[in-house]
Nanobody
Framework: QVQLMESGGGSVQAGGTLRLSCVASGFTSRTARMGWFRQAPGKEREGVAAFSTGTGSTYYSSSVKGRFTISQDNAKNTLYLQMNSLKPEDTAMYYC???????????????????WGQGTQVTVSS
């Protein structure tokens, strides 16, 4: 199975920057999408960003578009989430996730993501 491990979280002030990393092992061609999700206390988990491994297409939630950038370094088997202009509303536990081969649903539908990391905490103060 695919194993994922996130890092790079921390505490910053509003307007600051963080770069999250997700190191993957056991990756195969069956993985169609890789993505980042987040969950704040008392709220549902939501999709933040994702990309298609086959086409290179990227996707972002409306709340982070223009501020966050998802990318991948294939040589290092690492997925990144560059987060700029952070806001207090970005405070959450961030998770890296990977799907199987099916691409029949929207990118943010979390049921398609079968592999998850343990999460890394991001806290943004005002």
């Amino acid at each position: 199975q695919v194993q994922l491990m996130e890092s790079g979280g921390g505490s910053v002030q509003a307007g600051g920057t963080l770069r999250l990393s997700c190191v993957a092992s056991g990756f195969t061609s069956r993985t169609a999408r890789m993505g980042w999700f987040r969950q704040a206390p008392g709220k549902e988990r939501e999709g933040v960003a994702a990309f298609s491994t086959g086409t290179g297409s990227t996707y972002y939630s409306s709340s982070v578009k223009g501020r966050f950038t998802i990318s991948q370094d294939n040589a290092k088997n690492t997925l990144y989430l560059q987060m700029n202009s952070l806001k207090p509303e970005d405070t959450a536990m961030y998770y890296c996730a990977a799907t199987g081969p099916v691409l029949s649903v929207a990118w943010y539908t979390e049921g398609q993501y079968h592999y998850w990391g343990q999460g890394t905490q991001v806290t943004v103060s005002s």
